[in-house]
Nanobody
Framework: VQLQASGGGLVQAGGSLTLSCAVS????????IGWFRQAPGKEREGIAC???????YSVDSVKGRFTISRDNAENTVYLRMISLKPEDTAVYYC?????????????????WGQGTLVTVSS
């Protein structure tokens, strides 16, 4: 499985960005794609995921601001981020696991893409 995240950049507080995760090589009909982020000096944390059934989950810190979605035709998972805050500054990663899960624990995910940097200025 290969994943490639893109769409990061510099944005002012209150602004928005949409990240993309291009996914290839998934042969199972059961899988979950998750978005994670790692801020400087902090551990990587899960923020949202979407499974093969289309069910979505997100952590409380981003609910109402971040929306995960997918385009099956494009094999792409998106993370739409609005009302961005300086504390959202991090490297954002997408990852895949061959199971349907609501879990956003890093050890559950087997395949990882490279990160894309999001910087939110105050």
């Amino acid at each position: 499985v290969q994943l490639q995240a893109s769409g990061g950049g510099l944005v002012q507080a209150g602004g928005s960005l949409t990240l993309s995760c291009a996914v290839s090589g998934i042969t199972s009909s059961v899988y979950t794609i998750g978005w994670f982020r790692q801020a400087p000096g902090k551990e990587r944390e899960g923020i949202a995921c979407i499974n093969s059934g289309g069910n979505t989950y997100s952590v409380d810190s981003v609910k109402g601001r971040f929306t995960i979605s997918r385009d099956n035709a494009e094999n792409t998972v998106y993370l739409r981020m609005i009302s961005l805050k300086p504390e959202d500054t991090a490297v954002y990663y997408c990852a895949a696991t061959p199971r349907n899960t609501a879990t956003m624990t890093t050890r559950v995910y087997d395949s990882w893409g490279q990160g894309t940097l999001v910087t939110v200025s105050s």
